[in-house]
């Protein structure tokens, strides 16, 4: 069975500071690599992908790094905010297999 | 607004009973997704159908039964339902013909509280 590993769990940042969430993948086939924003009682909605031909792809604070070899990707977000406070799921190839989520919480 | 519409937001009901949750999927999509989510889990993949046939299965339970119609709208068949089954119900759709990309969109969800 495929296996999306992300981390961490949990997130406690500071406003203003720099969230990073990591996930893992199995699967060298995957060409597409997006995560997903989750708000309390909301369905999740894509945030930021990105396409295995590129390491890195910014959108405003957003940014998506991408290691093929380690067969890692990343979401970091720069000049965090309260309102970014949500469940960030990766989802690899949109593959239904998503990952178990990180809790971001963005203190003011 | 995603474009995907799910019926009812919410459904209260006792153990033992069946309910049907309803999903229609963005105009012109072909596949559709349906997610447990618990509360403070992540998402289960239940079952996906594209263009009226199951496409894929996940962890969906025997009691658990989805179909895919011809007008593309889904149902989610939930039975002998248990305490545990309490949770948030997502459909999602995918597949706009055109896009190249098969995000998912994602509807507002069903809430299912069994007592």
């Known amino acids: 069975q495929q296996q999306v590993k992300q981390s961490p769990q949990s997130l406690i940042v500071q ?6 969430i990591n996930c893992a993948y199995e699967n060298t086939a995957f060409d597409y690599f997006p995560w997903y924003q989750q708000f309390p009682g909301k369905g999740p909605a894509l945030l930021i992908a990105i396409r295995p031909d590129v390491s890195e792809k910014k959108e405003g604070r957003f940014t ?6 380690a067969k890692q990707f990343s979401l970091h977000i720069m000049d965090s905010q ?27 | 607004d995603s474009g995907v519409t799910q019926t009812p937001k919410h459904l209260i009901t006792a153990t ?4 049907t949750l309803r999903c229609s ?5 072909l ?6 989510q618990s509360l403070d889990q992540g998402l289960q993949f ?6 009226g046939e199951e496409r894929a299965k996940g962890n969906i339970l025997e009691r658990f039964s989805a179909q895919q119609f011809p007008d593309l709208h889904s149902e989610l068949n939930l039975s002998s339902l248990e305490l545990g089954d309490s949770a ?21 969800g069903t809430r299912l509280t069994v007592l």
Request: charged share 15%; net charge positive.
């Open chain 1, 15 to 20: 406003k203003g500071g720099i969230s990073i």
């Open chain 1, 64 to 69: 998506i790094s991408f290691n093929k070899s």
């Open chain 1, 82 to 108: 309260p309102g970014d406070s949500a469940t960030y799921f990766c989802a690899p190839h949109n593959d239904m297999r998503f990952g178990a989520g990180t809790r971001l919480t963005v203190k003011p």
């Open chain 2, 16 to 19: 033992g009973q069946r309910v």
């Open chain 2, 25 to 29: 999927p963005r105009s012109g999509d």
């Open chain 2, 31 to 36: 596949s559709v997704y349906w997610y447990q």
């Open chain 2, 46 to 51: 239940l079952i996906q159908y594209y263009n």
């Open chain 2, 88 to 108: 948030l119900y997502f459909c999602a759709s995918s597949g706009q013909m055109g896009t190249g990309r098969n995000e998912q969109f994602f509807g507002p």
